[in-house]
């Protein structure tokens, strides 16, 4: 499967599922092709997607998944493998608040119940950590 077919499939799960998947990553590179995937400080693996076009939507769905339309990406973006786990959040905030919650809690498994100003705080960290990436 090609990179716009893969996201076709992909990319209404990532706006559906924004909240847990919200880490992307701009990067830059000065000479040459930007890499295909990164691992960062705190071992976060992300993967490039590259500009282009496909089509999002569908005809049988819910109705906010309609009309099916085409997208354009301008520009290319770095995104996580995984959403952001509660030890990527307790390494770079201290702290995880799900610790006590035996249901949902392991390292693995991903940071739930935080809310967008939480969220604004473990990116500004992230960036600090990170010297400047841009992390959004």
């Avoid at 992300?46 to 282009?52: A, L, T």
Wanted: with cysteine.
């Amino acid at each position: 499967m090609d990179r716009i077919a893969a996201l076709r499939v992909v990319w209404p799960a990532l706006l559906v599922c924004a909240l847990s998947s919200w880490l992307i990553v701009a990067q830059q590179t000065k000479t040459g092709s930007p890499p295909r995937e990164f691992t960062n400080s705190i071992g976060m693996k992300f993967v490039r997607i590259d500009p282009g076009t496909f089509m999002m939507g569908s005809t049988r769905g819910n109705p906010d998944e309609q009309p099916v339309h085409k997208v354009t990406l301008t520009e290319g973006f770095y995104l996580q493998v995984t959403e952001v786990t509660q030890a990527q959040w307790k390494a770079v905030t201290g702290t995880n608040p799900l610790e006590s919650e035996e249901i949902v809690a392991g390292p693995d498994k991903p940071i739930l119940n935080v809310s967008w100003e939480d969220a604004v705080q473990f990116i500004n960290r992230l960036n600090a950590t990170e010297n400047g990436a841009k992390y959004r």
